[in-house]
């Protein structure tokens, strides 16, 4: 485990915990209140709502911290219950692009269709735009073999904790200007076909398109893409021949391509992901063993979340919601007329821009997400939710998007429930109860049950995880992601059961057949297209949404630190991980700082088109010198999201977190609004 991993349980007994439905009065404070009266207003005024002004009046928002078993019971709610499109989650924020890519150039999305320990075996791994040593640091194990045979290349903007690995021959380090991730990977694919690099054997019998791509990256020569990213073409050859030196069809131990948050989250991220996939598949890399391209998944349940209902397209199994077929087979299990089930709502960037408008959403109900903190311009999401009528959250602490509600539902926590969750590869986990919740905590499942029975919905929802995951099988059958063949009891005495796991059918004597054994490695014998064949799509480099300007001349580019996950709703309610990192820090280049006259710890101030933002500098040859970075774990003055641009990618919705224009200066007096960050104030 990481710090993360092995401070965790201090939050089962964080003093702030929730333990009471807490109602905002009249005088606009949140004060306890019993169950019955909480679910009780609730009920009347998303009742009184929806009567109004139709079920698209209410929206859910979810996330991809919840089991399958809850994530599964939010879409199934929100399209009985409530009638309407409007669902999205905080995965949008996530996989979205590189999901938008798989489907469409592999067939399926799955994050790694490979187990994660395969990568040990590799001679070479690309990996753009993650941070493994301080997000998942458990995973850098698995990047030794690679990196005693100097195969590892980074790829990022700055000289994070993952780039360090390639120190001491162990790779190689490429540090592109931000935003050019998709200009350097063009690049790589033009050296590999005009090199003679490329795996035409495999090309010609496994995939479509190669004329298309080969005409595309014609025009990414060397020259040119050093031009645009900054990459010297030494570099750029060196790269592509060490992936190509450690490819099968060049007699290597094989080579991987990954992509993380960092190139995904883009205006051109769809694009970015699908030319890493076409790098993959020029070298004849996706569908070997050992060998292949995967997305790095961040959060908990960041597979499982977007697989069965919590995305506005999606039904269960990662059917469309417009498939006749598939609306047909859900209906059936859910015991509706499949015409009852809405259609396709909105991605979450969109969704939110909608709520508390005239023809949007008037009512939100939130679960397992801090808008506040996570979503892009955070200051304009803060206003959209203060106009909505009703703003609902279920969370076990006081998060920020929480104090802004009107009602709050205390959940259970890790500890305190059964279900599954969905590894990165596809490995459906069994949680397990460890102890008993607080007195006044509820499940989410029981929380929608009866929130549905108070709207008099005839749908039944069961409360039971166990039961909810039956139903979840069989509402997933047949779909991409099927889960039919899994239950509790199984997954109980097989731990290491992947999806696709179909249910067997009975023999002809009415014995039940072999049980599948589920699928660690996809594609081994054709991609998921009708035709067996993968897509090689042509693709082109438009540059960031935001790009630098008289008023904006530097890259701010945004991302995590070692002791902090996600908004930092938890971990900053952590004392070991508040002391190892208390707060946000600007780091800053010394020919920058220098060029600004800031020094270690000034404070600065950053301008975007957005908002505006207060952090100590931290003087750091990490970063480019055209370049700042700020972590995004923190609420207030130091929120990065009050910074970052919601442009999204016009395929996956995906906003363009990682890469804004932004004006630095340095700040003298005291910084104005600065409250101090309430979690971390109330740790000390």
Request: glycine share 12%; with cysteine; hydrophobic share 40%.
């Amino acid at each position: 485990m990481c710090q993360k991993g092995w401070t965790s349980p201090t939050l089962l007994r964080a003093p702030d915990r929730l333990t009471a439905p807490l109602v905002r009065d009249a005088h606009g404070r949140l004060v306890p209140t019993g169950w019955d009266e909480a679910l009780g207003l609730v009920a009347g005024r998303l009742a009184d709502l929806r009567a109004a002004h139709g079920p698209g009046s209410v929206a859910v928002f979810g996330g991809g911290g919840l089991t399958n078993e809850k994530a599964y019971a939010l879409g199934k709610f929100a399209r009985t219950v409530l009638g309407t499109p409007f669902i999205d989650y905080n995965g949008r924020f996530c996989m979205a692009s590189a999901a938008a890519a798989a489907n469409r150039t592999l067939g399926v999305d799955r994050g790694l269709p490979f187990p994660l320990e395969d990568l040990g075996g590799a001679g070479a791994v690309l990996l753009l735009g993650s941070n493994l040593a301080e997000t998942m640091p458990p995973a850098v194990q698995h990047l030794a073999g690679v990196r005693a045979a100097g195969g590892l290349v980074v790829v990022d903007p700055r000289r994070s904790a993952t780039a360090d690995l390639t120190g001491d021959d162990g790779g190689v380090h490429v540090q592109p200007v931000p935003g050019t991730d998709l200009a350097l990977l063009l690049g790589l694919a033009h050296v590999v076909l005009a090199d003679g690099l490329a795996d035409l054997d495999y090309l010609e019998r496994r995939t479509t398109g190669l004329d298309d791509v080969r005409r595309s990256v014609a025009l990414w020569w060397p020259e040119r893409t050093e031009q645009v990213t900054g990459v010297p073409v030494a570099t750029l050859r060196r790269v592509a021949h060490l992936l190509a030196a450690a490819a099968p069809v060049h007699g290597g131990p094989g080579a991987y391509v990954l992509t993380g948050r960092g190139v995904e989250q883009s205006t051109q991220g769809t694009d970015t992901a699908t030319a890493a996939i076409t790098l993959a598949l020029l070298l004849g890399l996706p569908g070997r063993i050992g060998s292949g391209y995967g997305a790095i998944t961040g959060q908990g349940n960041g597979q499982g979340g977007r697989e069965h209902g919590q995305k506005c397209d999606q039904l269960p199994g990662y059917r469309s919601i417009e498939d006749e077929d598939a609306r047909a087979h859900v209906a059936r299990v859910w015991g509706v007329d499949p015409a009852s089930l809405p259609r396709s709502g909105v991605p979450a960037v969109e969704l939110l821009r909608r709520l508390g408008t005239p023809d949007g959403p008037r009512a939100l109900l939130v679960h397992g997400s801090n808008l506040l903190v996570s979503a892009p311009d955070a200051d304009r999401v803060r206003e959209r939710l203060a106009s909505l009528e009703l703003l609902v959250v279920c969370d076990f602490l006081p998060s920020e998007t929480a104090m802004l509600a009107d009602v709050v539902l205390p959940v259970t926590q890790w500890a305190e429930e059964e279900g599954t969750m969905t590894s990165l590869e596809g490995r459906v986990i069994r949680r397990r109860r460890l102890l008993a919740a607080p007195a006044g905590v509820r499940s989410e499942l029981e929380v929608l049950a009866d929130l549905a029975a108070r709207l008099g919905s005839p749908v039944e929802f069961a409360t039971e995880p166990s039961v909810v995951f039956d139903e979840l099988a069989r509402a997933s059958a047949g779909g991409r992601a099927d889960y039919s063949g899994l239950s509790h009891a199984r997954l109980d005495v097989e731990p290491d059961l992947f999806w696709p796991c179909p249910a067997v059918p009975a023999e002809a004597d009415g014995r039940a057949g072999v049980p599948h054994p589920g699928t660690p490695r996809l594609f081994l014998d054709a991609f998921a297209h009708p035709d067996g064949r993968a897509r090689l799509i042509a693709v082109d480099h438009r540059g960031p949404g935001d790009d630098l300007r008289p008023d904006a001349p530097l890259w701010l580019i945004t991302g995590r630190v070692l002791a902090h996950y996600q908004s930092g709703a938890q971990t900053r309610r952590v004392p070991d991980l508040v002391r190892s990192s208390p707060g946000p820090t600007l780091e800053v280049h010394p020919l920058l700082a220098d060029l600004l006259g800031v020094e270690e710890g000034d404070t600065v101030r950053l301008t975007t088109g957005r908002g505006v933002g207060f952090a100590p500098a931290r003087v750091t040859d990490a970063v480019r010198p055209d370049t700042v970075f700020l972590p995004f774990h923190w609420s207030g003055a130091g929120s990065a999201n009050r910074l970052t641009t919601d442009a999204t990618d016009p395929i996956s919705g995906m906003p363009q977190f990682k890469v804004c224009a932004v004006q630095v200066h340095r700040w003298h007096g005291p910084v104005p609004d600065a409250v101090p960050d309430a979690v971390a104030e109330e740790v000390r």
